[in-house]
């Protein structure tokens, strides 16, 4: 397999640019990364990250509407969009080859010399509160809000990354602003590249187009810990739809904790595959659901591991009593055939994607703005390589306590189902 080399330059204002050169493909991936997401907000200001991402695009100095900025990268083939998690927002395109340079000014342009215009802020917080409903309407993403909620109780890691439509509503365009220029600074922006590009001649653009860009302004927010939920937590919603979407997961653990990776492959065996238990187990043996899956997430000072499904109002106790009883059963036993494929499958998957240039620059991009150090391909293959059997089981017995499960349900919930699942769980 290719081994990925990089280069990394840190301007004077304290920019962090980052570049791999992949010599024989067409396309370059270039992302702007900023440290701050909704996490980074008071309860007054929920939504303002997003409701940033949101204007920047909306016109500069030198591109008054929105159609001259993204007419950049699109009129030439590439694609461009942005998004807002609770750590980072980021700014993306790929973009041919020979245009990487204008795909890197337009960002730059962006950065520093949006308008923020009141009417383009109004205009665009009515596109987010119909995003708001979009995701509230989905009973998917309305039972994975409803987690992060229990999960996270009173802090913003359990808000919406997009805030609520109220709390959009009330930010004024000088508190914008003002979140904005304590955030957007050139010690907390990373610039990630790949593609057929030299690292000098990026560094050297980078220098000219950003240098007024600030490097510090004073920002007195400090950012807690959020204390995770402590007990079980089961919550449901009723909703007229046609199954019941649930979601029953626990805290995690932080990306800097290596045991991580231990707790990555235990998801796969449990859930990221067709192959996994709760798929053998829910759908293929049971019936009970046409998807079943687990994911995790890492964070600055926690995390998550979730289960998700859609199943039948009736089948709800049976696919929880199932997910239980199969979590039950992986901190007793864990083989070494399992343990292995699962190592395949999560080294395979990081090979492949990294083919794609956009993959590779979020993959450099995203350890150093989170974590300013880049551990390489090489790297990871060995830590995963490394975690043994004992390894997982440790991590299931240590994640895996019922007396802090979480599971939030939305769908077709009557009362008889929520006074059988009342009495069971408690």
């Not at 370059?28 to 991402?53: M, P, Q, W, Y």
């Not at 929105?66 to 950049?72: G, N, Q, T």
């Not at 590249?193 to 600030?214: C, E, P, R, W």
């Not at 919550?235 to 997961?249: A, D, L, P, S």
Request: net charge positive.
């Amino acid at each position: 397999m290719n081994k990925i080399t990089f280069n990394k330059s840190t301007l004077d204002n304290g920019l962090r640019i980052l570049s791999s050169r992949m010599p024989y493909t067409n396309s370059v991936g270039i992302v702007f990364l900023v440290g701050c997401g909704s996490r980074n907000e008071t309860d007054k200001l929920a939504g303002v990250s997003h409701l940033i991402e949101h204007v920047l695009f909306k016109g500069t100095k030198n591109k008054k509407t929105p159609k001259l900025i993204s007419s950049v990268v699109e009129d030439v083939g590439g694609s461009i969009n942005a998004f807002t998690d609770k750590e980072v927002t980021g700014y993306w395109c790929k973009i041919p080859v020979e245009n990487f340079c204008e795909g890197i000014s337009l960002f730059a342009d962006m950065f520093l010399n949006s308008l923020f215009r009141i009417g383009d802020i109004n205009k665009e917080k009515k596109v987010i509160y119909e995003e708001i409903r979009s995701s509230y309407d989905s009973p998917a993403n309305h039972a994975n809000l409803l987690f992060e909620n229990i999960l996270w109780p009173n802090h913003p890691m359990g808000r919406d990354i997009a805030g609520s439509i109220n709390s959009v509503e009330n930010i004024s365009r000088d508190s914008l602003l003002s979140f904005y220029k304590k955030k957007y600074t050139s010690s907390n922006t990373v610039i990630s590249v790949a593609g057929n590009i030299n690292h000098n001649k990026i560094v050297d653009l980078i220098s000219k187009i950003l240098h007024k860009y600030k490097k510090v302004n004073k920002d007195n927010m400090k950012i807690s810990a959020p204390k995770t939920n402590a007990n079980f937590k089961l919550k449901f919603i009723n909703k007229k739809t046609e199954q019941v979407h649930i979601n029953i997961g626990f805290a995690g653990i932080n990306y800097l904790d290596d045991k991580k990776y231990s707790l990555s492959l235990l998801s796969v065996i449990l859930g990221e595959t067709m192959g996994s238990r709760l798929f053998e187990e829910i759908r293929e043996s049971r019936g009970l659901a046409y998807n079943i899956g687990s994911n995790v997430q890492y964070f600055k000072d926690t995390g998550s591991f979730v289960i998700d499904s859609a199943v039948e109002p009736k089948n709800v106790q049976e696919t929880i009593k199932v997910v239980q009883n199969e979590l039950e059963k992986v901190k007793e036993s864990i083989t070494e055939e399992e343990l292995l494929k699962a190592k395949k499958y999560t080294t395979g998957k990081m090979h492949m994607r990294l083919e794609d240039t956009m993959s590779i620059t979020n993959f450099l991009g995203f350890q150093e703005i989170t974590s300013g150090k880049i551990q390489t391909i090489e790297d990871i293959t060995k830590k995963i390589n490394d975690v043994t059997t004992s390894c997982v089981k440790e991590m299931a017995n240590n994640i895996f306590d019922k007396t802090k499960m979480v599971i939030s349900g939305v769908g077709p919930i009557d009362k008889n189902l929520k006074n059988s699942m009342d009495n069971y769980f408690y």
